[in-house]
């Protein structure tokens, strides 16, 4: 498999789990030191894995109020042999986010070290 497709399949199971509320998938793609952050919320919202999964597991997933997908790669960029980048798109409710995800290669699989995102509203 190529990177760019191990990187692709990484993205697409983010996708599946902000999609579901699934952090068992999310745990496959997050590296567990991983940091979420955006300064879109005051103060500025930082969390660990430890803090962000808890609030996915509560929340309402857009699967089950059968909301349609908005999944996008906008773009991949590699810095070396174990450092990529992916800005992508998703929506979940009536927000629009904009995700810059920093990925690493540890032990031969690419994981989800730092999401850093920008949140929109639209209507439903």
Known sequence: MSEFA?????????????????????????????????????????????????????????????????????AIEFAGDNTAFARVRCSIGTRDFIDFLTLVRTDGAWRIMAKVFHITEHDS
């Not at 103060?43 to 309402?60: G, W």
């Open 6 to 74: 191990a990187v692709t399949g990484v993205l697409e199971t983010y996708f599946d789990g902000l999609y579901h509320a699934d952090t068992d998938r999310l745990s496959i793609a997050f590296h567990p030191k991983a940091i979420y952050a955006t300064a879109d919320e005051v103060p500025l919202l930082y969390r660990t894995m430890d803090e962000y999964f808890p609030v996915v597991e509560k929340r309402e997933s857009p699967a089950s109020r059968a909301e349609r997908r908005r999944d996008m790669i906008d």
